[in-house]
């Protein structure tokens, strides 16, 4: 059964702490996501990762960094956290590159005080 | 750079109805057009594509889409939904960059 899954599912950061997303895929997919989801702005693309260690910024990179060592893996990391990251944040994997078919994550729901 | 509207914002209709969700799209080039659904609190899943070929694709759970290059659009219909369809329903386009770019969504209730 094709999954994404994402630790935590909920996670509560003071400003200024740092914060790590995981992601897990088992489909061997070469391309993962991750956005960020809020009221009224959809979904926002932060990075993409195109296979290990190749990684490109999305729309809103700004305070946030990525991590992949392994095909199966994408970290999210949130260096000094800051109250406007509070948000809903998904992982998605894709096969292939062309990005239109991609399967996504339950999300974490983060918020920073 | 590719854009995609979803005009309508919330859609109601009755249980056993037949419903269409509207999605247009702007680019020049070839794009790769999907739909995804969204129940509350979980992630999105993808329902159906569309690059080539017949302009009716269908997906799961009885949804199907017609592309149409000369009204720009990729329409998801249904032909009898269940209150289970009711969901936010994202329209997305990709020029094969690896990037999606997704519209505002429409909120679909299905009243019993």
């Known amino acids: 059964d094709m999954k994404v899954t994402q630790m935590p599912r909920y996670l509560i950061k003071r400003m200024g702490e740092n914060v790590l997303l995981e992601c897990g895929q088992d489909m061997s997919h070469e391309t993962m996501y991750w956005y960020r989801q809020d009221p009224g702005l959809g979904l926002q693309l932060i990075y993409i990762?195109?296979?290990?260690?190749?990684?490109s910024e999305g729309d809103i990179p700004k305070g946030y960094r990525v991590s992949r060592k392994k095909r199966e893996h994408f970290s999210l990391i949130l260096d000094s956290a800051k109250t406007n990251q509070t948000s809903v944040y998904f992982c998605a994997s894709s096969p292939g590159t062309g990005g239109y078919e991609q399967y996504f994550g339950p999300g974490t729901r983060l918020t920073v005080l | 750079t590719q854009t995609v509207s979803q005009s309508d914002a919330h859609v109601t209709v009755f249980e056993g109805d037949s419903v269409e969700l509207r999605c247009n799209y702007s680019?020049?080039?070839?794009?790769?057009l999907s739909w995804y659904i969204q129940h509350h609190g979980h992630g999105l899943q993808f329902l159906l594509k569309?690059?080539?070929?017949?302009?009716v694709v269908q997906g799961v759970n009885g949804f199907e889409a017609e592309f149409s290059k000369s009204d720009s659009s990729f329409h998801l219909r249904k032909a009898s939904v269940h209150w289970s369809d009711s969901a936010v329903y994202f329209c997305a386009v990709s020029a094969r960059t690896g990037k999606l770019t997704f519209g505002d969504g429409t909120v679909l209730t299905v009243k019993p």
């Open positions: 990762s195109y296979d290990v260690d190749s990684n």
């Open positions: 569309y690059y080539s070929g017949n302009p």
């Open positions: 680019y020049g080039g070839s794009i790769y």
